[in-house]
């Protein structure tokens, strides 16, 4: 290579006629063996994470929600996002940043939703998920209070004869991929000897039109699901009174939100400010009087909403403004508000049921604020 | 600066270039060993934070779930579900390649016909499937064709296909009794087959007799299986379709899953492999077309022992190419609830199972089939290849 001449301009430099690299080259060589050097002998994270202070450094929520589940997670014909757990992501987002519209909502899929959580994808997942041990164990996954307690139900069409379960038998069932219905489906069916075929789908883009073709008979879900599907149904395929919902609960569903392992920081943070708008409810603080409870002569409300008793506000030490729970109730309402307006009264005609306050029968106890 | 260096004066190391050469390379390849060790150890170390399993011990687990036209038990564990899942594969993906192949072949060879309309017709085809997604044409066939069939309760029987949106079934082979002696005979059947086709194949090369080879192996086999169905006292029946409430009994059924994903994969790659094809037989010289005129084939026999032998030659790497696509795409089966092996994978992981282990299985499976399939399409092209070129 040296006997060759190069002509006129040096074309490069004289270094690489000779096969050697030139000093960028050299230098590039050190600097990227270095980094992968340092990144490997680099151990694992300083500490706890620290989800908290992330989230009020970059001012949004990260939320993973549903998209198709009428009364829970849907976009509405304009675009935004409306639901139960829409809600409550607004809620925290109140509460953290101060803004229930800093919020990214993440819409993710039933098989993608603990992924996405393990990876930082999202902070919260409030997506209708079912608390279930394994997942506690394996999805490296924290489960929070408990917003909605449903069951898993059965929706067959309202011309044929099935009136339980056991009728069902030698029938093709359609259940959606990835959830605990699948499996609760599989062992209910089967501890009662009862033959069938799953079809289990995506999601409910291609399901819909399989039952609604009568590719199956039967279709399984929480029942607060089947509900909104019910009363979305389409009036060309005969409108909600084409359907009908079985009387038995196949499962318990207790559904609530969802965060990372590894934060008990931050998973103390979301858990409050739910239980916040169940004990809003216990104290009869509407999304109307929350500025007028301020002045009550209750201390306990008075604590609550983060007015000075006896000087100095009450501080839990969470992280979070004294009367976040304030600004959470008059961003979004209480709990029964939340409740009414998307899966009560004004929105599936849910009776609250197990989801009525402890006072009333159900089962919502929130720890007391002290 | 140039300089005369002397043949026999080997420069010191560090302007010696076959040194640098491996020096380099060493470090590049240590380099990036070393990236992908951090990558690793990074995803180890966040798995073991977030408490996830970093080992293959979930195969082991129950299923929990029930995958649909087998007999596969929600008891039996990860593993076994997987393997139903890649059966399924396979056999879709092998007839797939089958079909599509036959079909490829029609196609293209009909895009070079003398008769416009064929070959208006051909060229229609391929371009409409060439152009839109799998998945849209997988989507189409299940969504706007089969689950528009009639539904189960007003199902249509004709002779004895009884066809619905829950499946097309017909008539099929049912077991009545030990198929040992059957298996065996078959065997020793398709043995002497064989054999008989080699020898008359010699005979024919050696004396130019017509070989007939198809007949004397055919007619042997057919032979061999006769007897030893009647030998093993008739263990097959057929099995006739019974319409019944909510789901047809006996014969074989297609699902409309499983046929709509075979045919949205049969057309849209037998429209690639046709162009293939066509290419290859263009790429023919004109001079074989020609000197077969002159030796006075028909134009049917002209394709069949000029053009197609030297064409296929061409079209072996890319058919090749065709098939491996087909395989993986066969992993958009999960749009449309068909139980493949991407499909219980993805009901696996979202169950509790741990991703990177799942994903690195199912990858692990399709580089098996691809590589069986690489493996073969190389014997054939090695078989065919011109020596010398």
Known sequence: ?370 | MTTLESVSRRPPPWRNVRVLRIAFQTAFVFAVALFALYLFANLVRNLDRLGIDTSFDYLSQPAGFAIPDSDFRSTEDLFAALLVGAKNTLFISLLGIFFATILGVVVGVARLSSNWLVRRTAALYVESLRNVPVLLIILFWYLGVLLQLPPIGRAVEWEVLVVSNRGLVGPGLRQTDDLLVLVVVAAAGMAVAAALWIWRTRRFDRTGEPHQRVLWSGGVLLGFLLVGYVAGGMPLAVSLPERGELATTGGFRLSPEYAALLLGLTLYTASHIAEIVRGSILSVPRGQTEAADAVGLSSFDRLRFVVLPQAFRVAIPPVGNQYLNLVKNSSLGVAIAFPEVTRITRITISQGGPAPQAIIVLMGVYLVFSLSISLVMNLINRRLALKGR
């Open chain 1, 1 to 370: 290579m040296s006997l060759i001449r190069t002509r006129g301009l040096r074309r490069r430099p004289r270094s690489t006629r000779t096969g050697r690299p030139t000093f960028v080259g050299y230098a590039v060589l050190v600097a990227v063996a270095s980094l992968t050097l340092a990144g490997c002998l680099h151990g694992g994270d300083d500490g706890e994470a620290n989800l908290l202070d992330e989230v009020n450094e970059r001012g949004t929520l990260q939320c993973g929600v549903n998209d198709t589940v009428p009364g829970f997670g849907f976009v509405t014909a304009g675009g935004e996002f409306q639901g139960f757990d829409i809600d409550f992501c607004r809620a925290v987002a109140t509460g953290v940043v101060g803004d229930a519209n800093a919020v990214d909502f993440q819409v993710l899929t039933a098989e993608q939703r603990f992924t996405a959580l393990q990876a930082r994808e999202i902070d919260v997942l409030i997506r209708n998920t079912t608390w279930t041990s394994s997942r506690d164990g394996s999805e490296g996954a924290t489960f929070l209070t408990t917003t909605f307690y449903d069951g898993q139900g059965m929706m067959v069409r309202a011309d044929s004869n099935y009136q339980e379960l056991g009728d069902m038998g030698g029938t093709t069932i359609c259940v959606l991929s990835g959830t605990t219905t699948e499996l609760n489906l599989e062992s209910v069916f089967r501890s009662q000897g009862i033959e069938y075929t799953p079809l289990s789908f995506e999601d409910n883009d291609t399901l819909q039109p399989a039952f609604q073709q009568r590719r199956c008979d039967g279709w399984t879900s929480d029942k607060s699901q089947l509900a909104g599907i019910r009363s979305a149904w389409p009036q060309g395929q005969g409108g909600p009174d084409a359907l009908r919902i079985l009387d038995e609960t196949m499962s318990k569903e207790p559904l609530g939100p969802v965060v990372r392992d590894g934060d008990s920081g931050w998973a103390a943070v979301v858990d409050w400010i739910v239980l916040a708008t169940i004990q809003a409810e216990e104290f009869g603080i509407t999304q109307a009087n929350v500025e007028e409870m301020k002045q009550s002569d209750n201390p306990e409300i008075q604590r609550f909403l983060g007015q000075p008793v006896e000087g100095e506000a009450f501080d839990p030490g969470l992280g979070l403004d004294p009367d976040f729970a304030a600004n959470v109730i008059a961003a979004v309402g209480n709990y029964g508000e939340i409740y009414d307006r998307n899966v009560g009264a004004d929105g599936l005609g849910l009776e609250r049921g197990l989801n009525a306050l402890w006072t009333e029968g159900g089962l919502h106890y929130p720890p007391p604020y002290r």
